[in-house]
């Protein structure tokens, strides 16, 4: 019952996510290309409603990921985050007032069936509450060291699906990470209380791994297209997320001939998500390019009839 639980929240969490990526992308936009990676960057986000409405349902939704986290194992409730793409490009094509493609609804199909036999398959269990302080630091440079990796390879790059896809790469990392952290904490919380967990470590490092790939996640977004940045953070943080469960807690997932059907659910996700924004991008393009085509016939047009009046 408890894991059900963990997946319902963990969904919630997806779909909060979502709501708040389609958000920080319509602020996003409207920073100037000179204010990426900088200061400049937050004090343009934080003067508009769009950002800071984002950031409000995301704190929402790291409180659901926290119960998820308390009631569920890291490989388990990460996951089903990869759900946050289909809805992430659903919510934004009903505010952008334009219907996803049928490709678009095909690839979110594919997603949810693998995401549901890949997870069926491998059915998390186990691991336990107790991390070395070795494990710890050993965990904390691994990904500090892969998050600098990214950011050094994006910053030279010019804007484009590159860059945001290496700053989407870090930005995985730290969600991950801070899933990781996340899970310590309300551990301690549900066994120990409040008080221990305003005390421990962990509360502070989740806060700060979560600032600093929220922050990474605002520059992949202006660095380039949603093709680009979403599918390189949706895989990445389940991937890391998954091994980090695996790593740091010793969960367990099903091995032997289970791993056939977890490979075909992996492989129908990993599909799925590479198909979804390309999908939606090219509707989005056709529209334009249709608009485009009637302005130009328009004007044509309107150029003939001034040249039979003269």
């Known amino acids: ?35 990426a990676f900088s200061v400049r960057l937050f004090r343009h986000l934080l003067r508009s409603p769009a950002w800071l409405g984002g950031i409000a349902v995301i704190v929402g939704a790291a409180a659901c990921q926290a119960l998820a986290l308390t009631l569920g194992s890291l490989s388990l409730v990460q996951p089903i985050l990869v759900a946050e793409l289909p809805f992430t490009l659903v919510i934004a094509s009903a505010v952008a007032r334009r219907r996803l493609p049928a490709a678009g609804w095909a690839a979110s199909v594919t997603v949810a069936a693998g995401l549901g036999l890949g997870l069926a398959a491998a059915a998390p269990s186990g691991g336990g509450t107790e991390v070395s302080a070795g494990t710890w ?10 998050m600098a990796a990214c950011v050094l390879a994006a910053l030279p790059r010019p804007r484009g699906k590159a860059r945001a896809a290496l700053f989407s790469c870090a930005s995985a990392i730290g969600y991950a990470l801070t899933a990781t952290l996340m899970k310590a904490a309300t551990e301690t919380f549900d066994r120990h209380g409040p008080g221990a967990f305003f005390t421990c470590w962990q ?28 599918p390189a953070l949706t895989l990445g943080e389940a991937l890391v997320s998954l091994a980090l469960g695996i790593l740091v807690y010793g969960e367990h997932v099903r091995a032997g001939w289970w791993l056939i059907p977890e490979g075909v659910g992996a492989v129908m996700v990993t599909w799925g998500v590479v198909v979804l924004p390309r999908a939606d991008t090219e509707e989005a393009e056709g529209r334009e390019g249709a608009d485009g085509e009637k302005g130009t016939e328009g004007e044509e047009g309107t150029e003939g009839e001034g040249a039979s009046v003269d």
């Open 203 to 230: 509360t502070y490092a989740f806060v700060a791994a979560g600032a600093c790939a929220l922050f990474l996640l605002a520059n992949a977004m202006e660095s380039g297209p949603l093709v680009a940045s979403q």
């Open 137 to 146: 630091v050993l965990t904390l440079l691994i990904t500090g060291g892969a």
């Open 1 to 35: 019952m408890q894991a059900v639980l963990a997946a319902l929240c963990a969904l919630l969490t997806a779909a909060a996510n979502a709501t708040g990526t389609v958000l920080q992308r319509i602020a996003a936009r409207e920073v100037p290309p000179g204010d």
